[in-house]
């Protein structure tokens, strides 16, 4: 049993007598060839061989000489098959994970399956097998090449000389940078990293399957996930063959970095914000970039556990989104709704949009202070102006000495929270007032005085008071160019008009 079969079929020759008086079988020929081993053990009612390479032939004799000469034989009794070929090795080189699709005949060897499959003497593991077809992941070998054969589970043997090359095997010499968290861009540098294949198809970090960014035969970038979950410190690439290229102890997922806290928690242009937490700089060497709801804010100091900047313009309306850090290596440290931006703060007048030293302006617009709780500054034309009270919606400022301006100028209001309001455009320094002369220049109560001079009015409408020495005096008639008034009592004094 059985009665057929090819080079390396197990042959079981069951009877009596078998041995005919002999101690044992010397030579057994099946269908005209000398089988290739006969089994220790033979016995008077069973003889176990193993089939030689033969031609394919119907059933012939098969023939036993005992040690004692004797010959036993039974005519057809066993004939050969055509022996399993092996045609096609998809692909016939590669390295350790390649999957290879090999094709041919009668490749279970007249068996019901193969059992093994040794590819340059290394076993393979098969994955799926017919008598035409047989697909199998290739393990570990040396460089070289040598025979592909197949192990039935009768024995039969099919081979194919020289039919298999295990490639000089892929391998990693440097992960740049060595460790990261969540987005970190890493390069993977060596040689052969596509393992004889067309592509890298997919790359492990400790474990986790990282994005391929790009990739080629001797550099292959990848960005990192979220390090829940990883294990050990491997670095893993599969390439579209299946070649695995690895190296172990190149990289390693660091502690996520975490944002404790935004103070503020809201704002607009201009707000000061201080970021708290750790490894913030998510194990990069600095921060690229910070986003506040999607807008780039600009950077002003920054460590592992603070960084302060100072929020961009937003998009003028009141919108939630996240905080998120980006380091040098790409990595992210993310706080999801951590900030909002508020509806942008405007100045909507200034009454009046023009005068000089000593002018009360009041600022009418909505949201002023910015998100902070008081406007600290307010400037017009560049020079700061003092502010004698203020709510959200109306701020008055007197305007400060400075010189006319050519044009308008903007009014910018800045809160506590450093959150700034600007209104291009909006205020107009103009010339200050000049008094010429004043005739006379002395004299008692209800002497007649008049004033001449340039822009009196500063920039007003009327004149509401003149004081002469600090004391107010009654105004008669007035136009900026010329005053007129009576002097008010007052004990003998020197002293400035106003």
């Known amino acids: 049993m059985p009665n057929v079969g090819q ?5 079981v020759i069951k009877g009596s ?5 002999g101690a044992s079988i010397v ?5 005209g060839t000398e089988v290739g081993k006969i089994a220790a053990g033979s016995s008077d009612t069973e003889v176990a061989v193993v089939v030689a390479r033969a031609a394919a032939s119907a059933a012939g004799a098969v023939v036993l000489t005992a040690d004692t000469g004797a010959i036993i034989t039974k005519e057809k009794a066993f004939g050969y098959l055509a022996e399993g070929e092996i045609k096609t090795v ?5 390295q350790a994970g390649t999957y290879v699709d090999i094709e041919g005949e009668r490749l279970l060897g007249g068996s019901k399956k193969i059992l093994t499959v040794h590819m ?13 077809k047989v697909r199998m992941r290739i393990n570990t070998g040396n460089k070289g090449t040598s025979h592909i054969v197949f192990t039935c589970d009768n024995g039969a043997l099919v081979t194919k000389e020289n039919g298999w090359t295990y490639t000089e095997p892929g391998a990693v010499t440097k992960v740049s940078p060595a460790f990261g968290q969540l987005n970190t861009l890493v390069t993977i540098s060596g040689g052969q990293l596509r393992g004889n294949g067309k592509e890298v198809k997919s790359v492990l970090l400790s474990g986790l399957k990282a994005t391929i960014v790009s990739e080629t035969d001797t550099s292959v970038v990848v960005r990192a996930v979220d390090g829940t ?21 190149l990289f390693e997922y660091r502690e996520a970095g975490k944002i404790a806290s935004a103070t503020p928690k809201s704002g607009q242009f201009g707000t000061k914000v201080a970021i708290k937490g ?5 194990s990069g060497t600095k921060l690229a970039h910070v986003k506040l709801a999607g807008v780039k804010a600009k950077i002003v100091s920054q460590t592992n556990t603070l960084v302060e900047l100072v929020a961009a313009a937003g998009p003028g309306k009141q919108t939630v989104g996240d905080i998120v850090l980006t380091a040098d290596t790409e990595a992210t440290v993310t706080s999801t709704g951590g900030w909002t931006y508020l509806d942008a703060g405007a100045v909507t007048s200034l009454t009046p949009a023009k005068g000089q ?7 009418n617009g909505a949201n002023m202070r910015g998100g902070g709780s008081r406007v600290a500054s307010v400037t017009l034309g560049g020079v700061a102006s003092k502010i004698s009270s203020q709510t959200d919606t109306l701020v008055e400022v007197v305007a400060a000495h400075a010189s006319a301006t050519a044009s308008a100028v903007a009014a910018v209001l800045t809160s506590d929270s450093g959150a700034v309001v600007t209104s291009a455009g909006a205020w107009e320094y103009l010339a200050r007032g000049e008094i010429a002369s004043v005739k006379p220049s002395s004299g008692q109560l209800d002497t007649l005085v008049t004033i001449t001079g340039a822009r009196m009015f500063g920039g007003g409408e009327s004149l509401v008071s003149v004081a002469i020495v600090g004391v107010h005096s009654k105004v008669i008639s007035s136009t900026p160019s010329s005053v007129v008034v009576t002097a008010a009592h007052v004990v003998q004094a020197k002293g400035t008009w106003s």
């Open 7 to 11: 080079v390396g079929t197990r042959v």
């Open 17 to 21: 007598n078998l041995l005919a008086g």
């Open 27 to 31: 030579k057994v020929v099946l269908a």
């Open 90 to 94: 998809t692909p016939s080189a590669g």
């Open 120 to 132: 340059a003497g290394v076993a393979a593991k098969i994955m799926a097998q017919s008598d035409t």
């Open 229 to 249: 979950g990883a294990s050990g410190q491997v670095v893993e690439l599969e390439s579209d063959s299946g070649a695995i290229v690895l190296v172990d102890g």
């Open 278 to 282: 750790t490894s913030l700089l998510a």
């Open 357 to 363: 030293y000593g002018t009360r302006v009041a600022i």
